[in-house]
């Protein structure tokens, strides 16, 4: 038995070490030197490491993280010595306010030219000095067409009882919090507790109609049509619209949160040079084109936006308009005390439930 | 040769992995840091004993404590059933325990699809059969089923192994001596498959308590378990210090309902710790 | 014989319960849309994709290298401390034991993040080896849980016959202990195997340098959305193991029948 054992293991060790192989040029200058990229799970094109490495002999050690605040917490610990992290908007300003970044030698980076100028200078970046924007999208409601036959512009619609246990929310602090700010008309960034309380007091009392709050199982429940309304990110409302022709996207006219997810050196870096390699192989038109139509999000790059089909770069879902983007707010850090209070706040919104 | 020595390995191992990672645990729960640099606090405790954590807490004990009593019920029946037909090799015994090499993320979604109330499979037959269907997602119902359903083949294990060893000779025994079928189960069995009774409901009541992916999913978000508060101390809020009062709490109950039901057996051959 | 009727039923039941969303994987698995809302067709993409997917096959290799590394280690180490904790005193045995069960005692996070601060406070950077020494320790709590009561019912005057017929004490254990606790000892490994390869916090918390395994995997996909071709390597691992075992199975049922009789 012991020998089968072996055997079989052994063989499906060699069978999966053989995907491992990978070529590497020795003219190159960084040729041999190793990054470390720390990104979100799923959100490279397949190839794009590969290619990396082919072309500039630099070997990638790559890690997925499934939120940022797991990720904050293994980079705080000191565990791994990351060259390329890709958070969120609030994350990055946290580890910019916390001194966590080092500033980007743009003379690395030529290809930071072709991200385009609405995305420069953001709140949680002013400078621009520390990232290069990746991905970006909005939050908005994914509908039914069938079962909401009302225009779909407000924020209000998803406090509408005649929707009970219709309507999804996101199970996520920020995000859920955003909704009933930009509702009553406030900051999504907002520190005033009074405001905060306002905003749970108005969560407490959607609780009953909704049905769900949850993260990727939103697209599954809206294209098996087991809901009408959900809080959504514009990609994936993107792919579910593909699946199902019944569902519309609508950005509401109180405005929303838009994210972008950018890519910054932590300290820690023991390879600058090579981290800003791959921030612009990455800009690289090609690869962000690449990029985008994998992940189905929108894109910053302005030379890469060009080249995609023109139904995606004319849908206003995924490229809105302008006036649309201006009621959007990036998320930037609250600090501890205030992210408590906001946590405090949801674990008690949750306590109310049922 | 004496042979407890047998034994140093491990113990080297477990004060070096186990007890110091341990002695970090209650550095934070009783420490905070402040301008001052770190002082001793009780305050992490204190706030672990707030309302909605309590809450939490209670909820948490009491749904682990009803897919424990399931996964019991469900699991002796099962134990005995395999020990009857078990002819040579435990081939049925490991039929039972190969789900769990499913991924349990997996197998939770999985549940999610079969669940649906409009698109889920069950729901599917059931309306092809003319029955009422069934809306659990998002309710304790959920949770539970999905605890018990993970959890089973824990509970299954060790009362086998138990029922396994039992002496033939004393069932025999006792059948001479005028016990019938059902007199001897209660009279014989159960009290000889204790031990493995007992290791179950510890292999699946501690895991239950602290579990979050569970009502996440099944539970569609809407509940919050004490797992679900931990896992935000860690890497939402960075409360570290009050994330180890709560997990200390936790153990701490955990130990004195553990000590509370040694206490109500006697001596067991051998009695080992927590069995 | 109404009585083996209901019997066989309830087996049956509890299979279904157990294997339906196993299967609903698997039918997935072969589903031509990624959602699990609706069947797009038949195909079998997933696993032509699955082969080629880099990080799905790393994850796969590391899962299966841990998992069998930390168990077999575990089980060997386990093995040896419950042999002699069951002869220690009382109170050094209720001491040793109550440690033990911190691990499973503790909230997955706890432990990960435990880990992780220690593994940071003694310099040991995260990666292959830290994983390892996490999943070991999670482990042999399992395999002495397994093993320490059989080692209660066992005849204590066997091991004493052989010191007595001269046996050194090593030779003793090995072939008068170990026999009669083989089975839990098997019992034990598969335990711990079956632990390691599914988890994800403690793992999450103390890898790192690429090393992941199957279950960071799928869970840093959560946010994305799960890739089908999770679906295909959970199946063919799935599948794969049922095979093996069953192998395993005949082969010792044919050992038995050698032996003349049960003796599991």
Redesign the interface.
């Known amino acids: 038995?012991k020998k089968?054992?072996l055997l079989?293991?052994s063989l499906?060790?060699v069978l999966?070490?053989?995907?491992?192989n990978v070529e590497t040029d020795p003219n190159k200058p960084l040729a041999g030197t190793t990054i470390?990229v720390y990104n979100?799970?799923?959100?490279i094109a397949?190839d794009t490491?590969?290619r990396f490495t082919k072309e500039t002999g630099i070997k990638v050690?790559?890690?997925?993280?499934?939120?940022n605040?797991?990720m904050?917490?293994?980079y705080k610990?000191?565990?791994?010595n990351y060259d390329v992290l890709i958070p969120s908007d609030y994350m990055i300003q946290k580890l910019i306010s916390e001194n966590e970044l080092l500033p980007l030698n743009f003379d690395n980076i030529p290809n930071a030219k072709y991200i385009d100028s609405s995305f420069k200078n953001l709140q949680y970046d002013p400078e621009n000095a520390y990232s290069v924007p990746y991905m970006w999208g909005t939050l908005g409601i994914l509908y039914n067409k069938e079962k909401v036959k009302e225009e779909v512009d407000s924020w209000d619609i998803l406090w509408d009882s005649k929707y009970k246990g219709q309507i999804i929310m996101m199970?996520s602090?920020r995000d859920s919090f955003a909704v009933a700010f930009k509702r009553l008309g406030y900051s999504l960034n907002t520190t005033d507790k009074a405001q905060v309380d306002e905003a749970f007091a108005t969560l407490v009392e959607q609780g009953p109609l909704?049905?769900?709050?949850?993260?990727?199982?939103v697209?599954?429940?809206m294209?098996?049509?087991?809901a009408a309304l959900a809080v959504i990110y514009a990609g994936?409302a993107i792919?579910c619209m593909e699946?199902?022709e019944n569902l519309a996207y609508a950005v509401p006219k109180e405005g929303t949160n838009f994210f972008v997810d950018a890519m910054v050196i932590p300290k820690t870096s023991k390879n600058k040079a090579g981290a800003e390699a791959f921030i612009n192989f990455m800009n690289d038109p090609e690869i962000a084109l690449n990029n985008t139509e994998y992940?189905g999000y929108s894109t910053p790059h302005a030379e890469a936006k060009a080249m995609l089909d023109e139904e995606v770069r004319n849908n206003p879902s995924a490229y809105p308009s302008k006036d649309i983007i201006d009621k959007c707010e990036v998320f930037i850090d609250l600090g501890?005390e205030m992210?408590?209070y906001y946590?405090?706040k949801w674990?008690?919104l949750?306590?109310s439930?049922? | 040769m004496n042979r407890k020595w047998l034994a140093t390995p491990y113990l080297i191992w477990m004060v070096i992995f186990i007890v110091v990672p341990l002695l970090m645990i209650l550095y934070y729960a009783f420490t905070a840091k402040d301008v001052n640099g770190t002082r001793l606090t009780f305050e992490h405790l204190m706030k672990s004993f707030d309302s909605?954590?309590m809450?939490?807490l209670g909820k948490s004990f009491l749904y682990a404590f009803i897919s424990t009593v399931i996964c019991l019920i469900l699991a002796y029946p099962l134990a005995l059933i395999l020990v009857k037909y078990n002819k040579g090799g435990s081939a049925m015994l490991f039929i039972f325990i190969l789900p769990m090499w499913m991924n349990f993320l997996l197998r939770t979604?999985a549940w999610?699809?079969l669940l649906?109330?409009?698109?889920g499979l069950v729901n599917t037959i059931l309306r092809t059969l003319h029955l009422p269907t069934i809306d659990i997602?998002?309710?304790p119902k959920a949770i539970i089923l999905g605890m018990v359903y993970n959890f089973l083949p824990f509970m299954v294990l060790p009362i086998y192994n138990a029922l396994a060893k039992i002496d033939k000779s004393i069932m025999e025994a006792a059948y001479d001596l005028g016990a019938n079928d059902f007199q001897r189960l209660l009279k014989v069995t159960i009290p000889l498959s204790m031990p493995g009774v007992m290791s179950g409901i510890t292999m699946v009541f501690m895991p239950a308590v602290t579990t979050f992916v569970i009502p996440?999913?099944l539970g569609?978000?809407?509940?919050?378990l004490i797992g679900?508060?931990i896992e935000?101390q860690?890497?939402?809020?960075?409360?570290w210090g009050f994330g180890a009062a709560l997990s200390l709490v936790l153990m701490i109950i955990i130990l004195i309902s553990m000590a509370i039901m040694r206490r109500n057996e006697e001596d067991m051959e051998g009695g080992a710790g927590l069995w | 014989m109404v009585k083996r009727g209901i019997e066989k039923i309830y087996l049956g039941l509890i299979m279904i319960f157990l294997y339906a969303p196993i299967l609903t994987l698997m039918v997935f698995s072969f589903n031509n849309?990624?959602?699990?809302?609706?069947w797009g067709g038949f195909t079998l993409k997933w696993y032509k994709n699955m082969?080629?997917?880099?990080?799905i096959?790393?994850s796969?290799?590391y899962t299966?290298?841990i998992a069998?590394l930390a168990s077999i280690i575990a089980t060997i180490i386990g093995t040896l401390a419950a042999i002699g904790i069951h002869v220690m005193k009382k109170k050094t045995k209720t001491v040793v034991l109550n440690a033990t069960y911190l691990p499973v005692l503790n909230a997955d996070i706890v432990t990960g993040?435990a880990f992780?601060?220690f593994?940071?406070a003694i310099g040991l950077?995260?990666g292959f080896a830290s994983m390892l020494i996490a999943h070991i320790t999670f482990n042999i709590p399992y395999v002495i849980l397994n093993i320490l009561p059989k080692l209660s019912s066992l005849n204590k005057f066997t091991y004493e016959a052989a010191l007595d017929l001269g046996a050194h004490p090593m030779q003793a254990i090995w072939k008068v202990i170990i026999p009669e606790i083989m089975p839990n000892i098997i019992t034990g490994f598969l335990l711990a195997f079956t632990l390691s390869l599914d988890d994800f916090v403690i793992s999450?918390?103390t890898t790192?340098?690429?090393v992941?395994n199957l279950s960071?995997?799928v869970?840093?996909?959560?946010?994305?959305?799960?890739?089908p071709e999770i679906n295909a390597v959970s199946t063919v691992l799935f599948l794969?193991i049922l095979i093996?075992l069953l192998?395993?199975n005949k082969?010792?049922e044919r050992n038995v029948k050698k032996m003349g009789g049960a003796n599991i």
């Open positions: 038995m089968i054992v079989l293991t499906m060790l999966t070490g053989c995907a491992k470390y979100w799970g799923d959100y397949e490491i590969e050690v790559y890690e997925p993280f499934d939120s605040e797991a904050y917490a293994k610990s000191g565990a791994v199970d602090v909704v049905q769900a709050y949850v993260m990727d199982q697209k599954d429940k294209i098996g049509e087991e994936d792919y699946q199902n992940i501890q992210t408590a946590n405090d674990n008690e949750k306590a439930l049922r | 909605k954590y809450v939490a979604y999610l699809s649906e109330t409009n698109n997602i998002g309710t996440n999913l569609s978000g809407k509940v919050n679900n508060i935000q860690f890497l939402v809020t960075y409360d | 849309s990624k959602s699990r809302a609706k082969l080629h997917d880099p990080e096959s790393k796969l290799y299966l290298l069998l993040i992780m601060l593994f940071v950077k995260l999450y918390f790192g340098g690429g992941t960071i995997t869970y840093t996909m959560t946010r994305r959305g799960i890739k794969s093996l192998i395993i082969r010792s």
